[in-house]
C-alpha cells in the first residue's frame, strides 16, 4: 500500500473509530506509516474491539452515528479510492452509505484483509464470525429512569436514562403547568450516577426556565418533564413557588448595570453614524436607525383628497392626547372632512372633551353617535352621506404630515392601511421606547390573530356598511378588520408600506395586566367571524413575549385559532428513510401516537431507499407486520422528488402528509391540527413549528428572495419564544414551508402536478409553495402542528464545489421559473434587510 497522508489519517479514524483523531499526537504515527498499517493499528487497538467490534456483535449503535447517521460523500470517495478490497465489495459499499454494512463487509473481505499485516489477518481471522453473525432483531423495548430537582433561581436539573440502551441520548420536554418551557438532550455530566445505574453518567440536562415565567413561579406552579418520543413522565411533578420580591430585586440591580451598558455603547455609536448608516441594524434600534436614515414619505400632488369621514372609535382619552389628534387631524389638508365621535352614551359627553370638540362643533364638523348606531348615521346624516371614504381611528394617535389624506386615495373602492410605531408612554409621562410595527400585505390569517391592519383604517364608506351590516359590533379592531375582510375580500385590501402614525400606548409595570399588549386579540370577533362563514373554531388567547434587545420582552397576546373538523379526513404519511434506524424508530413510534389520536384512518408509507443497515432493515419489517406501514422500495440516486411523487400516487388518504423520518412530534394532535387549519378559506398547504433537539426553533416559516433564496424565520430562538411582532406563535400566511412537514390535499396536490422531478435534492418543497400560490391558494403556517426536526440528518449535507455547483444551478432554476414570485414576497416588508435571519435587521434603503 501507499505511504499514508495526513487525509488519510484523519479519514481512517473517521470510518474505523468513528471520530476524529483527539489531539495532533495521534497523528504522526499515523502518517509515518503504510496505509496497511495505519489501519493494522486502529483495527488492533482496544477502543476498535470495545466500541465498535462489541457493539456491532451486539446490534448497538457504534460511534460512527455522533458523527453522522451515514457515510459523507468525501469519506466514501477516499475509502473506496485508498483501501484495497475485492470488485465485489467495491460495488458493494459503491451503493451503500450504512457504518455498519461497510465495517463488517470490509472486515470480511479477503482483497482488503490480505493487504494488512501478518497480526492484523491473524486479529480479523480472529473476529471473522463477526460478518456472519446473524445481528440480532430490532426491540423497541425502552426503560426510562430519571430524577429532577428544582433549587430556585430558576434552573432546573435533573437527569434521565434509558436502562435498555444506555447509549441512547433521551430527549426531554420541561413544562411548567401547560406551558411548553423547552426541551433538553440528556448528555451532560453527573458525578457518580454511572455507580447507580451503570454505563456512563453522561445522561444529565439543566434548563434555565424563562423569566417571563417568574409571576406564575412565585404564584405556584407544577414542573413536569416528559420523554419526547413516548410523553410520558421520567420523574415525579415537582410544585414549586419561587420568592418574586427577592427576584425582582436581582432585576433591578440587573437592569441598573445594563443602563450603564447601554450608556456607553449610545456614546460609542453617537461617534459612528457614516459606519451606522452603512450597516443593516437591528430592529430594536429602529429609532436611531430612524434618525439618521428613514425619509418622510413624499407628499403626493395632484387631485384633492375625496370627502372623508374620520371616525374616533375610542375618545375617551386623556384630554392632552386627544388635543395632540385634533390638531393632527386638521393639519391633514383634508378639504372635506366631518370628525363623528363614537361614545357609549353620545348624550353625556365629559365637559372637557365637549370644550376641545367645541370649536368643531359651532363650525358644523362634528356628528357623535354610538358603535351600534355608526351605520345608520352614515346613511343618514347629511354631513356624512356625501363621505365617499371612512377613515377609523383607535387609540392614542400621532398622525404624520399627510397621513390621511394618503389612506383616503389608497382606499379606493376597498380598504388602505399603512406601517405605524409605537411608543411607550411610562407611568411618569416620559417617552419609551419606540417600536416599528412593519406589516406585510393583506393575509387573511394574519388577520384571525390580531388587529395587525390598524388601528388605522381607510375604507370606502360603502365597503364599511357592508361589514358593519355583517356585524354591527365590528365599529373598531380586530372585528372591523374581519368585517371588512368579509365585505371586500383579501384583495380589496391596499398596504401602504410608510410609517404614517404613531399609536402612544400608555404602560405601568406594577402589575402584569399592566404590560402593555402589544396588538391583543378579540376572541369574540374571531368567534363571530366564524359563525358568518360557516366554521367551527376553537378560539383562546395566549401571552407571547417576544425579546426586544435590552428593553426587556414585548408582550402580544394573539387568538390561537383551531379550526375542528367532526371527522377528519384519511390522511397518508409518507417518511423516505435510508440507513437511519435510531431517527426512523422516534418518527415511526411518534407516528403511531399520532394515528391513535387523529380519529380517521392514517395510512403510514415508509420509502425504503436502498436501506442495507441490519437495524433499519429489521425495523422496517417489525412495523409492516405488528402496526400495518406500509414499505415502499425505492432504487437508484437520491431524488426527495421522485420518491414522494411515487408514494403519493401509491397513497390511499384524501390528506397527504410528507414528513422527514428525523422529526418527531412534541404535539401529538399535529395531524388533525394540520387537517383543520386546512378547511380555513383558501388554504392549500399547510407547514409547522418545528424544533431543533434542544427546544430551539429550526422553522417558523419560509421567506424568500432572489439574492438569498429561501429563509427559515426563527432559527434558533427558544421554541416560545414570538420572534417579530410574535409572528412565530401566529397563524399566518408565508411564502413557502418546508418538506419535512408539509401537509396538503391530494385534490391540490394533483391540480399542480406534485413535486418538481427535475429538483431531487434542494428547493423542491418551496417550489411546490409557490405552485400553490399561483394557483390562488395559500401556503399556511400553523405554530400549533410542532415536531422535533434534527435536520437533515438521513441524507447529510453537500460541501465543497458539489454543493456550490448545486445550489447554483437551482437557484437559476428556480428564478427562471418564479422570478416574479421571489422578487415580490408579499408577507415580508421591504423595510426588512433581505440577507440574514429574516425580521431582525432593517434595509437602510427600504424603509
Not at 434509558?162 to 458525578?191: Q, T, W
Not at 437592569?255 to 450597516?279: K, T
Not at 388602505?416 to 393583506?442: N, Q, W
Not at 405488528?626 to 422500495?633: A, L, S
Amino acid at each position: 500500500m501507499d505511504r499514508a497522508t495526513l487525509d488519510d489519517g484523519i479519514n481512517a479514524y473517521r470510518l474505523f473509530l468513528g471520530r476524529y483523531p483527539r489531539t495532533v499526537e495521534e497523528l504522526p504515527p499515523a502518517t509515518g506509516s503504510s496505509i496497511g498499517e495505519l489501519i493494522a493499528g486502529l483495527v488492533t487497538s482496544g477502543e476498535f474491539a470495545d466500541a465498535v467490534i462489541d457493539r456491532l456483535a451486539q446490534g448497538r449503535p457504534t460511534p460512527h452515528t455522533l458523527l453522522a447517521a451515514e457515510l459523507d460523500d468525501g469519506l466514501q470517495r477516499w475509502a473506496l479510492g485508498r483501501l484495497p478490497m475485492s470488485a465485489g465489495t467495491r460495488a458493494a459499499l459503491g451503493a451503500s452509505r450504512s457504518w455498519r454494512f461497510w465495517l463488517t463487509r470490509l472486515m470480511g473481505d479477503a482483497g482488503f484483509v490480505a493487504a494488512l499485516p501478518e497480526t492484523a489477518r491473524a486479529w480479523l481471522s480472529d473476529s471473522g464470525p463477526l460478518a456472519k453473525q446473524p445481528l440480532p432483531a430490532f426491540s423497541p423495548v425502552r426503560q426510562l429512569v430519571g430524577e429532577i430537582r428544582y433549587e430556585g433561581g430558576g434552573r432546573l436539573e435533573g437527569w434521565c436514562a434509558n436502562l435498555k440502551d444506555p447509549d441512547e441520548v433521551v430527549i426531554v420536554e420541561v413544562f411548567l403547568g401547560d406551558s411548553f418551557i423547552g426541551a433538553k438532550r440528556c448528555n451532560e455530566a453527573v458525578p457518580g450516577l454511572e455507580k447507580r445505574i451503570g454505563g456512563s453518567d453522561l445522561h444529565g440536562f439543566t434548563i434555565a426556565i424563562p423569566h417571563q415565567h417568574q409571576d406564575r413561579m412565585a404564584r405556584g406552579a407544577t414542573l413536569r418533564v416528559l420523554d419526547a418520543q413516548s410523553k410520558q413522565p421520567v420523574a415525579p411533578e415537582l410544585y414549586i413557588k419561587d420568592n418574586l420580591p427577592a427576584a425582582l430585586d436581582g432585576l433591578s440591580w440587573l437592569s441598573g448595570q445594563v443602563g450603564q451598558l447601554r450608556e456607553a455603547l449610545d456614546r460609542i455609536e453617537r461617534q459612528l453614524p457614516p459606519v451606522l448608516a452603512r450597516v443593516a441594524p437591528t430592529v430594536d434600534a429602529y429609532e436611531r436607525f430612524k434618525a439618521l436614515r428613514m425619509r418622510a414619505p413624499a407628499v403626493p400632488d395632484g387631485d384633492a383628497a375625496p370627502a372623508v369621514a374620520v371616525v374616533l372609535t375610542s375618545p375617551e382619552m386623556d384630554p392632552v392626547e386627544l388635543g395632540r389628534l385634533l390638531a393632527g387631524i386638521e393639519r391633514q389638508g383634508l378639504d372635506d372632512w366631518t370628525l363623528v365621535v363614537v361614545e357609549e352614551d353620545p348624550d353625556s359627553s365629559p365637559h372637557e372633551r365637549a370644550a376641545m370638540l367645541a370649536p368643531l362643533t359651532d363650525a358644523g364638523r362634528v356628528v357623535r353617535t354610538t358603535a351600534a348606531g355608526l351605520a345608520d348615521a352614515l346613511r343618514t346624516d347629511e354631513r356624512l352621506v356625501r363621505a365617499a371614504i371612512t377613515i377609523l381611528v383607535g387609540g392614542i394617535v400621532v398622525l404624520e404630515a399627510d397621513a390621511l389624506r394618503r389612506l383616503a386615495r389608497a382606499a379606493g373602492a376597498g380598504v388602505a392601511y399603512s406601517d405605524h410605531e409605537v411608543r411607550l408612554v411610562m407611568p411618569d409621562g416620559r417617552d419609551g421606547t419606540l417600536i416599528p410595527v412593519f406589516k406585510p400585505g393583506f393575509d387573511p390569517l394574519m388577520a384571525l390573530a390580531y388587529d395587525y391592519v390598524g388601528p388605522v383604517i381607510a375604507a370606502a364608506t360603502p365597503a364599511l356598511l357592508r361589514a358593519l351590516d355583517l356585524d354591527r359590533r365590528a365599529a373598531h379592531g380586530q372585528g372591523l378588520v374581519l368585517g371588512l375582510l368579509d365585505a371586500v375580500g383579501a384583495a380589496g385590501f391596499t398596504h401602504l408600506p410608510d410609517v404614517l402614525y404613531t399609536v402612544r400606548q400608555p404602560v405601568g409595570f406594577t402589575a402584569a395586566s399592566q404590560v402593555p399588549r402589544l396588538l391583543p386579540g378579540d376572541p369574540a370577533a374571531v368567534a363571530r367571524w366564524a359563525v358568518r362563514n360557516g366554521l367551527d373554531v376553537a378560539v383562546r388567547t395566549t401571552p407571547v413575549t417576544s425579546a426586544f434587545g435590552n428593553d426587556g420582552p414585548l408582550l402580544f397576546e394573539p387568538c390561537t385559532v383551531e379550526a375542528r373538523v367532526a371527522t377528519p379526513p384519511p390522511a397518508s404519511v409518507i417518511v423516505p428513510t435510508r440507513n437511519a434506524p435510531a431517527l426512523l424508530r422516534g418518527c415511526l413510534e411518534s407516528l403511531l401516537r399520532v394515528r391513535a389520536r387523529y380519529g380517521a384512518p392514517v395510512q403510514i408509507i415508509v420509502i425504503d431507499h436502498e436501506n442495507e443497515d441490519p437495524d433499519a432493515l429489521a425495523l422496517m419489517a417489525m412495523m409492516r407486520q405488528r402496526h400495518g406501514v406500509m414499505v415502499m422500495p425505492f432504487r437508484g440516486p437520491f431524488n426527495w422528488s421522485v420518491m414522494n411523487d411515487l408514494a403519493a400516487e401509491a397513497a390511499s388518504g384524501e390528506l397527504l402528509a410528507f414528513v422527514n423520518d428525523d422529526t418527531v412530534a412534541l404535539a401529538k394532535d399535529w395531524l388533525r391540527r394540520a387537517a383543520g387549519t386546512l378547511e380555513l378559506p383558501g388554504v392549500g398547504a399547510v407547514g409547522g413549528r418545528l424544533l431543533y433537539a434542544d427546544g430551539r426553533i429550526q422553522h417558523a416559516g419560509v421567506v424568500v428572495s432572489p439574492t438569498q433564496g429561501p429563509a427559515h424565520e426563527g432559527i434558533g430562538l427558544p421554541a416560545g419564544d414570538g420572534g417579530y411582532l410574535g409572528r412565530n406563535r401566529v397563524l399566518r400566511s408565508v411564502a413557502a414551508v418546508t418538506g419535512a412537514c408539509l401537509v396538503t390535499p391530494r385534490s391540490v396536490f394533483r391540480s399542480v402536478g406534485g413535486f418538481d422531478r427535475t429538483m431531487p435534492v434542494n428547493w423542491n418543497d418551496i417550489d411546490y409553495c409557490m405552485a400553490v400560490r399561483r394557483a390562488g391558494l395559500l401556503v399556511a403556517y400553523d405554530p400549533e402542528v410542532c415536531l422535533y426536526h434534527f435536520e437533515s440528518k438521513t441524507r447529510g449535507y453537500l460541501v465543497g464545489e458539489d454543493a456550490a455547483r448545486a445550489m447554483t444551478n437551482v437557484v437559476a432554476q428556480m428564478d427562471s421559473k418564479w422570478r416574479d414570485m421571489l422578487e415580490s414576497d408579499p408577507f415580508q416588508n421591504r423595510a426588512f434587510s433581505r440577507y440574514g435571519q429574516p425580521f431582525t435587521r432593517l434595509d437602510p434603503g427600504g424603509g
